[in-house]
């Protein structure tokens, strides 16, 4: 598996969706899921004819980050590559950014303890 495999993966019972690999980032897989449903699991899937869908109707995900164990659970199979464009990567950037600014706090907090103990 690697960034711009689409993957089908089972869904629901009898059902299978389309999901793209968008990256690999410690132990979690993110992918971008689209709104297509298709009645049996695909061996093949044209990139072109994929969406994300409509909130009205059968609708995808731009961006989830999946632990890698659970996306293996998922069953992935491989039915085509496509790079991965810089459009589809802009949620993928903001879940990273949310997660460093998490993380800040943590470092400020360690800088300003060091520097009390000079």
């Known amino acids: 598996m ?3 495999n689409l993957c089908a993966v089972e869904w629901d019972e009898g059902e299978y969706r389309a999901v793209k690999i968008l990256a690999f ?3 979690i897989v993110h992918v971008r899921i689209y709104a297509d449903k298709f009645a049996e699991r695909p061996f093949q899937v044209d990139p ?3 969406d ?3 909130i009205h109707r059968s609708f995808g995900i731009a961006h989830l980050p999946v632990s890698a164990e659970d996306f293996v659970g998922w069953l992935p199979g491989v039915v085509g590559h496509e790079a991965v464009q810089p459009e589809e990567l802009l949620e993928y ?3 990273r950014e949310a997660q ?3 993380r800040r706090p943590a470092l400020v907090e360690d800088l300003l303890h060091f520097i009390d103990r000079r």
Do not use: I, K, S, T
């Open 52 to 54: 994300l869908g409509v």
């Open 100 to 102: 460093d600014a998490r």
């Open 25 to 27: 980032e410690d132990g």
């Open 93 to 95: 950037e903001l879940w």
């Open 48 to 50: 072109a004819q994929l």
């Open 2 to 4: 690697r960034p711009g």
